[in-house]
């Protein structure tokens, strides 16, 4: 049974139960700080590896590669 987020991925947490996963969505719920500071972490992370600069030079480096 695998249930969480990818680990190398920031602003999230990683479980390997479904009574872990539990446990630590209610620790979410009561603490403020933890999810306000693990969602901006994780907002950041998708702003800096999805955006429209990054994909364009990502189909720009397959399209060279496949060119070859």
Known sequence: ????????????????????????????????????????AGRKACLELYNWQRTTMEYDRLFRRLLK
């Open 1 to 40: 049974f695998a249930v969480g987020s990818v680990p190398e991925f920031p602003g999230g947490v990683v479980v390997k139960t479904e009574c872990e996963m539990a446990y630590q969505m209610q620790l979410l719920a009561e603490d403020d700080e933890t999810r306000k500071r693990l969602g901006a």
